[in-house]
């Protein structure tokens, strides 16, 4: 694990203290931090893995949380499974060697809906949270300790890699 302090410089002539909530995801929330304040700086212990970062203008109830975390990977789960389900089901359909169906429509039918599942949950999962004014994905955290910083000029949030 790296250590990774992240700094949020986003205070501007307009909005003097803009308080962030930040994470670090590997496929879900798994290192955060709310109400980041402005001149405030929060440490990640990370692993050297692409990770995803949000944050998020607080909102009534926009927090990163571990039921949060338990509902994405819930969501994720589910989409996988049904898109495992559906896969399986339609290749075996047209192969004819479901027991009980064959090639029935039925079988066919199994596979459609198992698909839509897939799609419906996957499509949940990959929502943003509410208030989300910065996303990078695929974010390489590299084998040593490294420095973030939140900043926002011209109305625009920006993460800014101070090593690389």
């Given at each position: 694990m790296y250590t990774c302090p992240l700094s949020n410089n986003t205070s501007t002539f307009e909005t003097p203290r803009l308080p962030l909530h930040v994470s670090f995801s590997i496929a879900v929330p798994i290192q955060y931090k709310n109400d980041l304040s402005s001149g405030e700086t929060a440490a990640f212990p990370l692993s050297s893995v692409p990770h995803t970062f949000e944050a998020r203008l607080p909102k009534d109830g926009n927090e990163f949380s571990s039921e949060e975390t338990w509902r994405k990977a819930e969501e994720l789960g589910i989409a996988v499974a049904?898109?495992?389900?559906?896969?399986?089901?339609?290749?075996?359909?047209?192969?004819?060697?479901?027991?009980?169906?064959?090639?029935?429509?039925?079988?066919?039918?199994?596979?459609?809906?198992?698909?839509?599942?897939?799609?419906?949950?996957?499509?949940?999962?990959?929502?943003?949270?509410?208030?989300?004014?910065?996303?990078?994905?695929?974010?390489?955290?590299?084998?040593?300790?490294?420095?973030?910083?939140?900043?926002?000029?011209?109305?625009?949030?920006?993460?800014?890699?101070?090593?690389?």
């Amino acid at each position: 694990m790296y250590t990774c302090p992240l700094s949020n410089n986003t205070s501007t002539f307009e909005t003097p203290r803009l308080p962030l909530h930040v994470s670090f995801s590997i496929a879900v929330p798994i290192q955060y931090k709310n109400d980041l304040s402005s001149g405030e700086t929060a440490a990640f212990p990370l692993s050297s893995v692409p990770h995803t970062f949000e944050a998020r203008l607080p909102k009534d109830g926009n927090e990163f949380s571990s039921e949060e975390t338990w509902r994405k990977a819930e969501e994720l789960g589910i989409a996988v499974a049904s898109g495992t389900a559906a896969i399986v089901a339609g290749t075996a359909w047209a192969l004819g060697s479901i027991p009980f169906f064959g090639r029935s429509p039925a079988a066919l039918a199994g596979a459609g809906m198992a698909w839509n599942n897939a799609h419906t949950y996957g499509a949940k999962y990959g929502t943003c949270g509410d208030g989300t004014v910065l996303k990078v994905d695929h974010l390489l955290i590299p084998f040593h300790d490294k420095f973030y910083e939140i900043k926002k000029e011209e109305n625009r949030f920006a993460l800014v890699d101070h090593d690389g």
